[in-house]
């Protein structure tokens, strides 16, 4: 069942006027820089479908940088989102695309600074509930409602029963995961939704496994 | 976890419970809090959306200027008592507008289920509070009654106007608030389903064409509509009518006719009032050039 809450359906609390083009364009944006770990110096922002065609009157535009400023949907600091990233000096780039996507609420994030790049492609799905659907060109599928670890690793034996045999060690439930990879033995990506946030010392450890490259969690 | 209305009317037979009350129980369950947590959370968006009707009762404008200011003139009208209809359909229908009006302007609100339908569910509930004189454990418990049947039309169709039009946000508004009015009055948990068909009939169909892509026209007017058809069909099932067509057959339906909609009818304001000439030009003057660039 994609909606689990009853707060999913009363809720969120929010800036209008739309849940799905302005509080989950919002959500798109912050778990893009929640995925990213700091703020960016620039974003490139595509929108697709319904969002490309009516992004300038659902506020879709300020509210994704709202997102990728940290704002929650009911900031009211998302209205003036585009003014206070560009004080910041942060570049935007929006490209209304042509193409016709699975869903009609898509938007393709990349954003970046000198040290790295993200690539996010986020749905909204009505109600202000969001799904990741590709991280960095692996396609998953990430509810972002609930506490998440995203580990990349090699596509090996072993890699994920050692990172479930930790979990299972600190008694964190799983809730949903899902492995992808872009090529047999090659790199791969586990999405992993768990019931309570994580500590870092968990995921430092879950780092120290062989064939793990990097984990980072997002928070509820 | 009930997946259907069906299901969620027997387990609240069954227990002899009220549907808020499963609803209540399940959110405790899916998400570990405590049942004060959830309670106090709920009761923090009621608060919300009593906020957006004080707001929008006072009058406010949104920066397009398309919407804003119906909710006084109807409250002024109530006043006079020269009414044709009922005081308390036309407050619910005011109390509506007010949110959405508030919605308009980028102003704060509790999505139910969506922003664009935020004015529904509170409008109706804030109008039959001064009827039924409603504790405030009661009014928790009529938007998670509202949220129980959103659950399910969420689950098992849309809530979204670009999946689904108008009738998967307005139309699931209605009927939310149909069947959470039929609890707060005392009917039956069947009586809310009977409700909450009753309503998402009379809504099936309806498309989403934003003008300029705004929430406002004719957003704001469709849920004071979508109020109206609440507190009617509420009164039927209450009145003991009943639906030919069970409640999660008419939800089924909603989804198949979303589906076969043109995307034009689907939150791209490219067709219906939209399009029209006046559509057209408020577009253009709003934005300096119209969005559909042909």
Redesign the interface.
Known sequence: ???????????????????????GAARIGRVARSLFGREPKWANISLY??FA???????TDVAIVGGLLDFDT?D?RI?KAIEIANEKGMKLRFIEEDAVTD???TARIIIGDHNGELELVGI?????KIEVTELNGFELKLSGNHPAILVVHNDRFGAIAGVANILAKYEINIGHMEVSRKEQGKLALMTIEV?QNIDDKILDELEQLPNILKVTKIVD | MFRNAAELVEMANSQNKKISEIMIEQEVTVTGRSREEVMSFMDRNLKVMEEAVERGIKGVKSHSGLTGGDAVLLQKYIEKGNFLTGETILDAVSKAVATNEVNAAMGTICATPTAGSAGVVPGTLFAVQKKLNPTREQMISFLFTAGAFGFIVANNASISGAAGGCQAEVGSAAGMAAAAIVELAGGTPQQCAEAMAITLKNMLGLVCDPVAGLVEVPCVKRNAMGAANAMVAADMALAGITSRIPCDEVIDAMYKIGQSMPSALKETAQGGLAATPTGRALEAKIFGIPLNKK
Not at chain 1, 10 to 21: A, D, E, K, L, R
Not at chain 1, 124 to 128: A, F, H, K, R
């Open positions: 069942m994609k909606f689990r809450s009853v707060f999913d359906i009363i809720g969120p609390v929010m800036i209008g006027p739309s849940s799905s083009h302005t509080a479908g319904s065609k009516t992004y300038k009157g659902h506020g009911d009211v209205i869903h009609p609420n909204s799905i009505g109600g202000g019931d």
